[in-house]
């Protein structure tokens, strides 16, 4: 039986208290009991700051139960009033009736408030997001406050003053507290009544949604792309997208990002490429006009099959990265022109699939991303053996064989760390436990290891300096627009403009130097979780002598790197037939559940000459990969050119045949000529 965790506890006596708080205040408002109405206004508004802290989700909750915060504080000056209405003189009614009046009308600016925002947000909502463009004609500007756009705080803020008003002079027995926090309240909601107003003016409002769309068409002509990158997805699948950026940018021509969700814009890198979003369909298909020729495509997604009905664009299918899971043969890729792969181990893959992916479709251009790998130069030349430990997450399938971390991934590490030469880096699929909690429960349980096993290794760590903080900094300055916290998607497209000559060789000169301080910073004896969105997976595999992983695409790209690797095999298969079955396996220590080969695969790794895997590897890197020559990068662009110029002769084809169909200009006739009489 799974017993609560420590937040959903804490949420729910936080929720008993304010419904506790709320009973209180209507007894005492009843009674009526000056104290208790007092403590237990009090309580409820405690509650409110703590909910808000530390269980935004049951806010949620209470929200869709009609329970929102407008109620809530709406119930808690209503029985302040009863509670002052029902103490003392019974003529109470009429000294007390100014102060309803004034509540009443504090609640009636809110409702105007709110709905004013929502126009001020309608207006700022632009059909195009852009991001590495100048944007600047469309009369963008700064985003109201925060607080203006956020009801309920904005009603906790405002209405605080009157709230106090209230309970002192329940206190006191002086209204003029009352109505002097009945003031307050009522002129903060006039001023941002005002600030949003002046919003809605003709001069200051962001262009209409025709103007937007003028301008993104007179701006597509003006860039004139050629090639492209799609990408539809959920919030934590933008890494997907991000490992074809430098490749993207390293294209002979003017690349282009095309998105679908708003808030993708951020979550996607920062390269020099510029950036567009377009959520809706109909914008979508004004590419149709555009000099675009190629998309390629790293995912598949519910909306790929929106942009594929643009026939003037051809689209190739990339994957964001290449496996023997049944995923990396997925027949919905048959509707690409081309499908572009490593080696000719993907080629293969697709004949034996048979989902009717032809063979002459099928074109293989490297991993271009694996340049940055660095080859194996020798064992480890130091105290430690590093060991990097990249499982992959679980699947939709709910096959036990697609990730190690449930069955295998405790035995694994536990193994690893029982070695005193070893140094681990763990570094868990962004997806783990998204679909079966037993993985996300795994993944903790491993965590917990590591930071046992580092509490008990103890050594000198670096001194202290500034080095890691000084490339932090100038990396993220250059990565990293300047956006406020409160900034909305108009203020960043104004802010995260054009970018300036050279930023892209510069963003790659500070990944480097941070990188160098970033290991640097660490103990070389300390094991280490990697969960940050740097360093990336291929700045482990340099550090790394050995991986540890399920089959997934980074066993693939880790053997463009030459080095020992183990594959976990919590199928159930015999090896024999798990190796067949998954063939990039085969070069592969293949380890099972109980972890029980590690020691002879780490006395491999540290004494090469009893590494019996190495000529494997090296065909094996051949077959998944490629050739070393030319670059990856070079058939990556080549494969763009071909299809971009098939592309370009298809558009010609169709226009010429279409020309006979399209009408001609009417041209008046002379009568004389016409054979008419004047």
């Given at each position: 039986m799974r017993l609560p965790s420590r937040r959903t506890t804490v949420g729910g006596l936080a929720a008993a208290v304010l419904a506790a708080a709320f009973a209180a205040q209507t007894v005492a408002a009843l009674r009526p009991h000056v104290p208790l109405l007092l403590a237990a206004t009090a309580a409820s508004l405690a509650m409110e700051g703590v909910l808000y802290r530390w269980q935004p989700g049951l806010l949620s909750l209470f929200a869709t139960s009609h329970a929102d915060l407008t109620l809530r504080h709406v119930l808690r000056d209503l029985l302040l009033v009863v509670g002052l209405l029902r103490i003392g003189e019974q003529d109470r009614e009429t000294a007390y009736a100014p102060l309803v009046a004034g509540l009443l009308v504090f609640y009636g600016l809110h409702c105007a408030l709110q709905a004013?925002?929502?126009?001020?947000?309608?207006?700022?909502?632009?059909?195009?997001?852009?991001?590495?463009?100048?944007?600047?004609?469309?009369?963008?500007?700064?985003?109201?406050?925060?607080?203006?756009?956020?009801?309920?705080?904005?009603?906790?803020?405002?209405?605080?003053?009157?709230?106090?008003?209230?309970?002192?002079?329940?206190?006191?027995?002086?209204?003029?507290?009352?109505?002097?926090?009945?003031?307050?309240?009522?002129?903060?909601?006039?001023?941002?009544?005002?600030?949003?107003?002046?919003?809605?003016?003709?001069?200051?409002?962001?262009?209409?949604?025709?103007?937007?769309?003028?301008?993104?068409?007179?701006?597509?002509?003006?860039?004139?792309?050629?090639?492209?990158?799609?990408?539809?997805?959920?919030?934590?699948?933008?890494?997907?997208?991000?490992?074809?950026?430098?490749?993207?940018?390293?294209?002979?021509?003017?690349?282009?990002?095309?998105?679908?969700?708003r808030f993708m814009v951020q979550k996607i890198a920062a390269p020099d490429v510029p950036i567009v979003c377009l959520p809706k369909v109909s914008t979508l298909l004004r590419l149709e006009q555009s000099t675009l020729q190629v998309l390629i495509h790293p995912s598949n997604s519910g909306k790929t099959s929106q942009v594929l009905r643009i026939p003037t664009v051809k689209h190739a299918f990339v994957n964001h990265g290449e496996s023997d899971k049944l995923s990396s043969c997925n027949p919905y890729v048959k509707a690409y022109d081309e499908v572009w792969v490593a080696g000719p181990a993907a080629r293969e893959r697709y004949a034996q699939a048979e989902v009717g992916v032809e063979d002459k479709d099928v074109v293989e251009i490297g991993r271009p991303q694996l340049d940055a790998v660095r080859p194996y130069a020798g064992p480890p030349t130091g105290k430690y053996t590093t060991v990097l430990y990249a499982p992959t997450w679980e699947g939709w399938d709910g096959n036990p064989g697609n990730t190690s971390v449930i069955e295998a991934g405790g035995n694994l590490v536990r193994a690893l760390l029982a070695d005193p030469g070893v140094r681990l880096l763990y570094k868990p699929h962004p997806l783990t436990g998204s679909v079966d909690p037993r993985a996300g429960a795994a993944d903790l349980r491993i965590r917990e290891l590591v930071r046992v096993a580092n509490r008990e290794r103890a050594g000198r760590r670096p001194s202290e300096d500034s080095e890691l903080a000084l490339r932090t900094r100038e990396l993220d300055r250059l990565t990293t627009a300047a956006c406020r916290a409160g900034a909305d998607q108009a203020e960043r497209m104004l802010v995260q403009s054009a970018p300036e000559p050279g930023r892209a060789e510069a963003v790659a000169r500070a990944t480097a130097a941070w990188e160098k301080a970033y290991w640097s910073s660490l103990p070389a004896w300390e094991h280490q979780i990697v969960t940050a969105a740097r360093p990336e997976l291929y700045s482990c595999f340099n550090r790394a002598d050995l991986l540890v992983s399920d089959v997934s695409s980074v066993v693939s790209d880790f053997l463009a790197s030459g080095k020992p690797y183990a594959v976990a095999n919590t199928s159930g298969l015999a090896e024999d037939t798990f190796r067949m079955t998954f063939p990039t396996a085969g070069a592969a220590t293949v380890l099972t559940p109980d972890a029980a080969g590690v020691p002879k695969l780490l006395d491999a790794v540290r004494h090469p000459e009893r590494d019996e895997l190495a000529g494997a590897r090296a065909k094996l890197k051949r077959h998944l990969l490629g050739p070393d020559e030319p670059a990856a990068q070079a058939r990556f662009d080549d494969a763009v050119q071909a299809l971009g110029s098939a592309a370009r002769e298809h558009r010609a084809r169709m226009a010429e045949r279409l020309a006979p169909e399209i009408p001609g200009p009417r041209h008046e006739t002379a009568p004389e000529a016409a054979g008419m009489p004047e």
């Open positions: 004013v925002s929502v126009l001020v947000r309608r207006t700022r909502t632009l059909p195009v997001v852009t991001r590495n463009i100048d944007a600047s004609a469309l009369r963008l500007s700064p985003a109201p406050p925060s607080l203006l756009r956020r009801s309920g705080h904005r009603l906790t803020a405002y209405g605080l003053p009157s709230t106090a008003g209230l309970l002192a002079t329940a206190a006191t027995g002086d209204p003029r507290c009352a109505a002097f926090g009945v003031a307050v309240s009522v002129g903060l909601t006039l001023k941002g009544l005002y600030g949003l107003l002046v919003r809605l003016l003709p001069s200051r409002r962001p262009a209409g949604e025709q103007e937007v769309l003028d301008w993104f068409d007179a701006w597509l002509a003006r860039y004139r792309p050629t090639v492209g990158l799609y990408f539809s997805g959920g919030t934590s699948s933008a890494y997907q997208a991000n490992m074809w950026l430098e490749p993207l940018a390293k294209l002979d021509g003017r690349p282009l990002i095309v998105l679908r969700e």
